[in-house]
């Protein structure tokens, strides 16, 4: 019996690591059709920025797993600390939930997120100092650690590992791309401004999770799904988030609490 097989079929079975990486170029040039068509069709900046956003965050769903949450959120800590809104913040799903707000305005837990990203169509040098910002605030909140109980007894809190930040963009508004000009303006933010990762769609990617080696450029066709996998490694690494102490959070209830109890006093008088 002759068995026919279609082109990638045959591809897949005969060169099968060159149609992975066909597939994933694949992937890569219909992202950023997509952007393009975005760009060209939309002609008020607020929706434009509002569609590059969804775009971004859709490719991050597609590839994060579920245990994963990507939103355009704010973060708060015990405190009652926010950050300004983050337009794309990964978070843990499974353990730790949206304290309040819905849809684009969720406020979520310091203690539960993994990354934040801020999404610009093209990237500058104003942006990387933006996105800085964004990600030093996101830094400067408290997050809490509680220890972890099980079967085997219980284990001390662990520390919070360093949150991810960083940016995502079409392309390098430098004339070199992602290079030596680029690097001179990212290198100049340190400490809680540190960006760790800057993808493009179309002119590669920068690796900086590794705050004590070179920063990683790598650019060419299928650079975008390779920072993908780049980014899921990073978040792998992680393991989990930390354990929140929620009693923390509860504490604000009796906190100013005669006050709280003035102002209900006087509503039931009234």
Partial sequence: MIICMNKAKGQSVHR?????????????????????????????SGTLG?????????????????R?????????????????????????AHFTPALFGKDKHLYVPAE???????IKPSITAGHLKYAADKVASLRA????????????GTNPPKPALPIIGGILGMNASWKDGLANAFLKNLNGLADNRRLDFVLTAESGFCDHLD???????LKGPGSLVRGLFRLLKALRDKATVVAVEWEKYEAVFDAEK??????????MAA
């Fill in 50 to 66: 509002d569609a590059t956003e969804d775009a971004w965050s859709e490719l991050l769903k597609r590839y994060l797993p579920t």
């Fill in 112 to 118: 539960a997120v993994y990354a934040t990203f801020e």
């Fill in 68 to 92: 994963y949450r990507v939103a355009k959120a704010f973060a708060v800590d015990h405190l009652g600390s926010t950050t300004d809104q983050l337009d794309c913040l990964i978070y843990d």
């Fill in 258 to 267: 005669g006050v709280n109890r003035g102002a209900r006093d006087d509503s």
């Fill in 141 to 152: 909140l408290q997050r809490t650690s509680a220890p972890l109980k099980s079967h085997l």
């Fill in 16 to 44: 099968g690591k060159l149609f992975l990486k066909q597939r994933f170029i694949d992937v890569e040039e219909a992202f950023v059709a997509d952007l393009r068509i975005r760009q060209k069709a939309i002609t008020h």
């Fill in 211 to 217: 705050a004590h080696q070179t920063p990683i450029i």
